[in-house]
């Protein structure tokens, strides 16, 4: 052990103190009371880690001391090793922790205040090790407090539908690690500031996270730091410089934070970079459908016209023909030849709408992508 233990030595026997106390002064830090009045004004002043008492003192204050030291609050748990004789042992009311017969032999008396001091040292290493564990479940216990922050945002800022609210939140996370400090956006060409103090970020702070948005993912100085992503930069100005397990924890938490952030922007972004595709195909789609319109009419009507004029020119030319005084033979190939004409333009006009319908088909293909589609706004 690297101190000694404190001990108390209560006794009278003058021959019994000579004989021991050197080697009791070897072993411990000795303080020797004559009496049981000396024993408790020692008390008074510091506490020892055991007392050996002499049960053998006059008047009967060897056992009333020992019972005195028991009652009390302040002392029952004194660890006491009485020097005894086999009645004082089966006295009622006797509750030494251990105790040494009298006469005591010198090889006993050693052999006995060597068990105590492995008693004390096997209680110094339980201590400290539950001291160790409670100090490993405080820091776990803390970390987890800390971490719950981080994942108390994530789990938020799902429920956020634009950067404002997600900037709020990252900065209520940054006061509930009672950190000051301010939350950076930017984002195409525009951007947004929010400081834990609800206040305007300084120019000195700007500057600050402006320089060294480029100069890596994280940069410490004095008690700043700075956590960069893309559309993010955190700042906090009063890091926990006093507490070296805290700030490692700090750093971590935070830049998991700013990692959390930035993917929560990157969503929204997403997001609204969609909601436009798809009302500019929400568009496209009003306008063929509004274009095809009662196509499928026009169509037939035009075709209809087609067909008429071509009807009536082939008449003429039939009847022309009757006239002209040409050979048989060529009026009936050119008879033969507006007849296969007729049959090829009643085809085409038997076949109205394909266009519609393909027109149809798309608009059909982009309200799907689309959704249900309206009247642009």
Known sequence: MTTKLFAFLVSTDEAFIAQHKEHLEHEFDLNVCRSAAECSAGLALRRPDLVLLDMGLPAGEGFALHRQLRDDFDTSDLYQLALCDAGDVARDGFEADDQLIKPVTEEVFRHKLAQVRKFF???TAAREQMAYAQNVAFTSMSAMGELGVVMQFLS????????????????????????EGAVYIIWEGDGLTRTTGDSELSAGHRNLIEHHRSQGRLFEIDRNLVVNFDHVSLLVTNLPE????????IRDNIATLAEGI?????????????LLKQQGIRYAAWEIRDSVKNLDAR?????TATRELTSLVIDEFEEAFLHMGIQSEIENQLIGELVDLRRKIAEIVSRPGEVHEKLQTVVVALEAMAGKAGDPA
């Open 299 to 303: 169509q037939l009507a035009d075709l």
């Open 156 to 179: 938020k800022s799902f429920t956020c539908g634009n950067i404002q609210a997600v900037t709020a939140l990252a900065v209520d996370s940054l006061r509930q690690y009672e950190l």
């Open 242 to 249: 006093d507490d070296a397990a805290r700030l490692g924890r």
């Open 121 to 123: 040292e096997h209680g």
């Open 262 to 274: 930035e993917s929560r922007i990157q969503g929204l972004l997403l997001e609204h970079d969609n």
